[in-house]
């Protein structure tokens, strides 16, 4: 069935370091990918998407990497700061009858980043 | 991108009551969806609120216990009904981002519930 997850549960890293969150999914079928962070408290907030077309998609200090052949996402964040701790979702929109909208969210992982 | 505001923002209920669950949105958007998370975990879709007709429930979520409300474009609400402690979540609305903003999903800040 269509399942989406995290390789790490939790990431810890150093101010400055660059992270790398990764992300597996089962669903070959799906087009669309989003990384999406929720602080505490909060709801998920987007951060950065990308289309099965694509294998790389840069933002401000944000890139995510999409390898098909192998069904694997990640999210790099360069100079990581305190303000990027959070937990890090990933979500896949599958191609469904009819076009929904539907997402598929991954189990999450951790990000602590350490002054 | 959308604003989303939810009501309450958190609620404390006794097992067997039920409790509506608002989202309102500051714009008109073709979708709305209702998410489950559970303490510590990742989010589960409940359903799509859809405009002028039934919602469209995922497995394991029926009607009877999460009725969903979606009188116009820009508001929703979810009923958890005959509540129990495996209840206690947060639930969150989240809206398409329309045209602009294709296939991206808006999140409210959710409803933490606690059912004792």
């Known amino acids: 069935g269509e399942s989406v997850g995290l390789h790490l549960p939790t990431l810890s890293v150093q101010e400055g370091d660059n992270s790398i969150i990764n992300c597996a999914y089962s669903?070959?079928?799906?087009?669309?990918f989003i990384w999406y962070k929720q602080e505490s408290g909060k709801g998920p907030q987007f951060i950065i998407d990308i289309r099965s077309n694509m294998d790389k998609r840069q933002g401000q200090r944000v890139t995510v990497l999409l390898n098909k052949t192998v069904k694997h996402l990640s999210l790099q964040i360069a100079a990581t700061q305190p303000g990027d701790s959070a937990v890090y979702f990933c979500a896949e929109n599958p191609i469904t009858q009819g076009g929904s909208e539907k997402l598929v969210f991954g189990k999450g992982t951790k990000l602590t980043v350490n002054p | 991108s959308a604003v989303i505001s939810q009501k309450p923002s958190r609620d404390i209920c006794q097992r067997g009551t039920s409790l509506t669950i608002q989202c309102q949105v500051d714009?008109?958007?073709?979708?709305m969806f209702w998410y489950r998370q559970q303490p510590g975990q990742s989010l589960t879709l409940i359903a799509t609120?859809?405009?002028?007709?039934?919602?469209?429930?995922e497995s394991g979520f029926v009607i009877d216990k999460f009725p969903i409300s979606r009188p116009n474009l820009t508001f929703s609400t979810l009923t958890v009904s005959n509540m129990s402690p495996e209840d206690s979540s947060i639930y969150l609305c989240s809206v398409d981002g329309g045209r602009v903003f294709y296939n991206e999903q808006f999140f409210g800040p959710g409803t933490r519930l606690t059912v004792l």
């Open positions: 714009s008109q958007v073709t979708m």
């Open positions: 609120a859809n405009q002028g007709s039934e919602a469209t429930y």
């Open positions: 669903n070959s079928a799906s087009d669309y």
